[in-house]
């Protein structure tokens, strides 16, 4: 015999349900509006002509759109050569940061001994630290490697930054890997490095390709170092050529500027979208194997 009340639970549960899943994606749909509002304004702005970017009444759809904008940007900043060098330093320090980062994240994830704890505890620690707190030491050390104003250098600066989120990333993606593989693959004969290549790389794929994303995007949007380590202007980066259309008074050219900043998102936006269904679609893959 049930008790009064409990055969209305579900149909409470059902009717409750409705409303609140309403609510979340109300909310969900108010946070993309959030982000997105940026975004849309800067395409926008790109559009309008300086009649309209000097209007006290804006508007969402430029009535009178144009691309001069983007040809005042391309005319008065060499864009195209700040691209390639932030192409270079970031793609560069991408790499270098997952293939290091790999096996030392393998190790850390396998070997759980005091020296591994104190190494998270290292990568967690050094997250905290600002900017302006390190950039006088790597000056430094980099001015007495006389890497400074250079992009190898800048890149060894990219890669020191973002390995330590890399590790942190990786060894999770490490410790999801069954350990019961490794052990198959050892009593078949294979090497430690054999393994770590044959087997437990190939499960990391997703793993990887999202670590690789992360350094991808941190070098690319980055702005600080390269505005100190690089004072020639061929060499500088995207970010930091972007800051030459701002006056000496602190007045900024809208249009160019929001034309070169458009511009300056694609690379990132693009790379993500087309990444993105190779990290699910490696998921999903990893999901039904095991």
Do not use: C
């Amino acid at each position: 015999m049930t008790r009064p009340g409990r055969a209305n639970r579900p149909r409470r549960a059902r009717r409750t349900g409705g409303p609140a899943r309403a609510g979340q994606y109300l909310a969900l749909l108010a946070y993309l509006v959030f982000l997105a509002f940026p975004f849309l304004w800067l395409i926008s702005t790109s559009f309008k002509p300086a009649t309209e970017l000097g209007s006290l009444h804006p508007t969402w759809i430029p009535k009178d759109p144009t691309l001069a904008n983007y040809r005042q940007a391309f005319d008065e900043q060499p864009l195209l050569q700040a691209a390639g060098n932030s192409l270079v330093a970031a793609l560069s320090a991408a790499v270098v940061a997952v293939v290091v980062a790999t096996p030392m994240a393998y190790v850390m994830a396998r070997h759980r001994t005091l020296l591994a704890r104190a190494a998270t505890g290292w990568v967690v620690v050094s997250q905290a630290f600002p900017f302006v707190l390190v950039i006088i030491p790597l000056f430094l050390v980099l001015k007495n490697l006389h890497l400074i104003n250079s992009l190898p250098g800048l890149i060894m600066v990219y890669v020191v930054w973002a390995l330590p989120f890399a590790l942190w990333m990786l060894v999770g993606y490490v410790r999801a890997v069954p350990a019961e593989l490794e052990e198959a693959a050892a009593v078949d004969g294979a090497s430690r490095l054999r393994t770590l290549v044959s087997v437990t790389v190939p499960l990391l794929a997703p793993g990887i390709v999202a670590t690789a994303l992360f350094a991808f995007i941190t070098a690319w949007n980055e702005f600080f170092f390269a505005l100190v380590l690089l004072k020639t202007p061929e060499k500088q980066t995207l970010p930091v050529v972007l800051t030459h259309f701002l006056g000496a008074e602190g007045t900024a050219d809208l249009g160019p500027l929001a034309a070169a900043a458009f511009l300056a998102t694609l690379p990132s936006l693009v790379l993500f979208a087309i990444i993105q269904k190779r990290i699910t679609g490696g998921m999903l893959a990893g999901a039904v194997k095991g």
